[in-house]
């Protein structure tokens, strides 16, 4: 049987449309964990999600959501914060510090908007906030636009200098030849760095390249980011000879010639 893209060929569908089958295509593989106690929520959540073609398995509390996820990993973790036997912020720790399973990408779908809830949430590794009442077609667009960002990178190269290596088509960081783990967010704002070295770069800029349309990042979610990726590469973060900050201006990745 012909795969997908010799099938549009042969039919002569339009290029938009095909680019339209081959995403929908994609997400047909595509299953999200939710974990949300509201049973009335949970179903719109599942029914709009599977609707756009995801799988959806939805979890009322974090008992099983962990355990289920090592067995078959999904594309994406949508948590409440508030659910009965535990809470959203300690399974995204969990899942974090989890080697098979931290870079799938998490959103916090929650009732909780204050400031302080979505820099705990972003220190914790999430990708994006929303927060309840939401509106059904904005969780569709955000869901895709995370996971469009979680695509592996265009540019399958290695960039190595001194003891890290960054392998881009792997998604993967070894410091001091140790397999050092990362969210895919802070893989994502390191390669682009690297890629670009003794380029500055402001916030704004850092936030339109590697978060793009998501709405709860904010200049500090930086350099909540840029910490966390110096504690991985650096061996004193507190005075970076990779990650440089340049005062007043942003962020430059330098490294260091040979002596």
Known sequence: MPDWDTLLAIVHIPAHRQRRVRARNRRLSQTVFVLEDDTDISRLVQHHLEASGFGVRVFGTPVNLVSDAERQPPALFLLDIMVPGGDGLDVCRRLRNHPALSTIPIIFLTARAGENERVLG????????????????????????????????????????????????????????????????????????????????????LLDAV?????????????????????????????????????????????????
Request: charged share 30%.
């Open 122 to 205: 972003l220190e914790l590794g999430a990708d994006d906030y929303i927060t309840k009442p939401f509106a059904t077609r904005e969780l569709l667009a955000r869901v895709k636009a995370v996971l469009r960002r979680f695509e592996r990178p265009t540019t399958p190269s290695t960039i190595t200098f001194e003891d890290v290596a960054i392998d881009a088509s792997a998604m993967q960081l070894r410091v001091r030849g140790e397999l050092t783990t990362t969210t895919a967010t802070e893989f994502r704002l390191l390669d682009y760095l690297a890629r670009h070295p003794g380029r500055v770069f402001s916030r704004d800029h």
């Open 211 to 259: 978060w793009g349309d998501a709405r709860f990042v904010t200049p500090r979610s930086v350099d909540v980011y840029v910490r966390r990726i110096r504690e991985k590469i650096e061996t004193d973060p507190e005075n970076p000879r990779y990650l440089k900050t340049v005062r007043g201006a942003g962020y430059r990745f330098e490294v260091p010639r040979q002596a």
